[in-house]
C-alpha cells in the first residue's frame, strides 16, 4: 500500500548539509521518493511510498532526537507521485526572501501567529464577526479551493507575498483578527511573522493547514472546493460533496482540474475542463486561444 506523507519542523541545524546527506541516504534505503528541503531552520518534505517503508522512515526521525515528535500529515498514494527524490538545502524553508525576519529555537519559529486548531478556529469565528482568512498561497492554488470569503493576495510566488503585504492594500485589516492559512502549514509560520512586523495587530495561523482541517471538518465546515497539492495528483478532495470552484479558461464551466500550457516557453497551469480539454489548445490567459488542428 503507498502512502505520501507531508510533514516540516522548525528546528536550528548547525550544519544542514549533514543533514542532507543523511536524509538522502535514508530515503534512499528505503526506496521513497519526494521533495525534501533543509535549511538552518529545519526542515520541510513530501514523501511518497510504500506504508512500511514510511512507518520506518518516521521511526528513524523520533529516533534522531532532533525531528522527535514531528506531525506528519498522511494520504493515499499510487507509487508514481514524484518520479525521483530530491534532497537540497536551501537559505529557507519557505522562499519569502526573508531569511533574516526568521528565528528558530527548539520550540519552533520565533514570534508567529498564534496556533489555532481546526476547532478553535470555528470557535473564534463563532466568537467575533471580524474574522478575516488570509490565503498563505499563491492565487492560482486558491482558484480551486479556499475558505470562505476569504482575502487572496495577487501573488504568482511566495516571493511575491512581502510586497504585497507592504502595499497599503491590507491596510484596512491590521486591527481585525486576521487567520493565515496553507496547505499544510509552513508558509503560515513565517508569513505570520511576516504579517506581525508589519503591522497586522492579531495574528493567527491554522495548525496542520488545510490538509488537517480537511481531515477534521471534510466539506461540512468553511472550506469549499478542492486541495491543491504539489505533486502528479495536483488536486486533493476531502470527501464527495467537495464542490468544483475554479473557472474553465475556456467556457467559464466550474473545474478543479489543472493542465500545463501547451506553449512550451510557458510554465503555467490552466484551468481546463474535461470537455474542452479534448476541443481546445490548452492555452493560458497569456496566450491566445486556438482550435486543435
Not at 537540497?88 to 520565533?110: A, C, H, T
Not at 508558509?187 to 490538509?211: A, H, P, T
Request: proline share 3%; hydrophobic share 30%.
Amino acid at each position: 500500500m503507498n502512502k505520501v506523507i507531508l510533514f516540516y519542523k522548525f528546528v536550528p541545524l548547525a550544519d544542514p548539509k549533514i543533514t542532507m546527506l543523511w536524509q538522502k541516504e535514508l530515503c534512499d534505503k528505503l526506496g521513497l521518493k519526494g521533495r525534501i528541503i533543509v535549511s538552518p531552520h529545519g526542515i520541510n518534505a513530501t514523501l511518497g511510498g510504500d506504508i512500511e517503508n514510511l512507518r520506518k522512515y518516521k521511526r528513524a526521525m523520533n529516533t534522531s532526537g532532533t525531528f522527535r515528535g514531528i506531525m506528519y500529515k498522511w494520504s493515499d498514494g499510487n507509487g508514481r507521485e514524484f518520479p525521483r527524490l530530491s534532497v537540497k538545502v536551501r537559505d529557507e524553508l519557505v522562499s519569502f526572501k526573508k531569511p533574516d525576519e526568521v528565528k528558530v529555537n527548539k520550540q519552533g519559529v520565533v514570534g508567529g501567529g498564534k496556533h489555532l486548531k481546526p476547532q478553535s478556529l470555528h470557535k473564534l469565528v463563532k466568537e467575533r464577526n471580524d474574522v478575516v482568512f488570509f490565503d498563505g498561497r499563491n492565487n492560482y492554488e486558491a482558484k480551486v479551493g479556499r475558505f470562505k470569503n476569504a482575502v487572496i493576495p495577487d501573488t504568482n510566488t511566495t516571493r511575491d507575498f512581502v510586497s504585497e503585504i507592504e502595499s497599503g492594500k491590507y491596510d484596512g485589516i491590521k486591527d481585525k483578527p486576521v487567520v493565515t492559512y496553507c496547505t499544510g502549514g509552513i508558509r503560515c509560520e513565517v508569513l505570520s511573522v511576516l504579517m506581525k512586523n508589519r503591522g497586522f495587530k492579531e495574528v493567527y495561523q491554522l495548525d496542520g493547514g488545510i490538509v488537517k482541517y480537511g481531515e477534521k471538518y471534510g466539506d461540512d465546515g468553511l472550506w469549499e472546493g478542492n486541495l491543491y497539492i504539489f505533486d502528479d495528483r495536483m488536486t486533493h478532495k476531502f470527501s464527495d460533496k467537495a464542490k468544483d470552484i475554479g473557472g474553465c479558461v475556456h467556457c467559464g464551466g466550474k473545474t478543479s482540474n489543472f493542465e500545463n500550457c501547451a506553449d512550451i516557453s510557458c510554465n503555467r497551469l490552466v484551468l481546463i475542463c474535461e470537455n474542452c480539454k479534448h476541443k481546445q489548445k490548452i492555452l493560458c490567459e497569456n496566450h491566445s486561444l486556438a482550435e486543435v488542428k
